[in-house]
């Protein structure tokens, strides 16, 4: 994995960072149904960082995921250049990794960007955005046509 990959070589002061932030951001998630949370903590290119958690709903298929919480946030602030997410989540023995509504909304805005999927001891693996999602479909096809 992508320890290693240029795109994920951010600094260890922010990686520690944003996943302290996932964790903390965990903490607010609203479960009742799973009892599944989930944390994420979304870093810009300028260097703001905004939390998500998911927030689940009587009415099931409404839920959301942390990501896509904290994307939206970031989105609806006016941002919408990442550098990384990090992903927080109970599981001890996997690194939480995002489902595909998740990365398909990811790819929106890039494929050269880092996630960081966790375990709750601080331990990751990273990977870009490319390679969770390869031969993806994204905005730049729809101008493909004539
Ligand atoms: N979930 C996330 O928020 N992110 C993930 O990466 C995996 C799954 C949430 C969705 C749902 O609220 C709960 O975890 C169980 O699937």
């Known amino acids: 994995m992508a320890q290693n990959h240029p795109v994920c070589a951010l600094d260890p002061k922010h990686v520690q960072r944003l996943l302290l932030l996932s964790q ?6 609203y479960c009742p ?3 599944f949370p989930v944390g994420a903590a979304l870093l810009t290119r300028d260097g703001k960082i905004f939390s998500g958690c998911n927030v689940e709903n009587a009415a099931y298929p409404l839920g959301i995921c942390a990501e896509r919480t904290a994307i939206q946030k970031a989105i609806s602030e006016g941002y919408k250049d990442f550098r990384a997410i990090a992903i927080a989540s109970d599981l001890q023995d996997d690194f939480i990794s995002p489902c595909g509504a998740c990365r398909q909304v990811m790819r929106e805005f890039g494929t050269n ?3 960081y999927m966790t375990k709750p001891d601080g331990t990751y693996v990273v990977m870009t955005v490319q390679e969770l999602l390869p031969a993806s479909f994204g905005p730049e096809d729809l101008q493909k046509t004539q």
């Open 33 to 35: 149904y799973s009892h």
């Open 113 to 115: 960007w880092a996630v």
């Open 24 to 29: 903390e951001a965990k903490k607010s998630a």
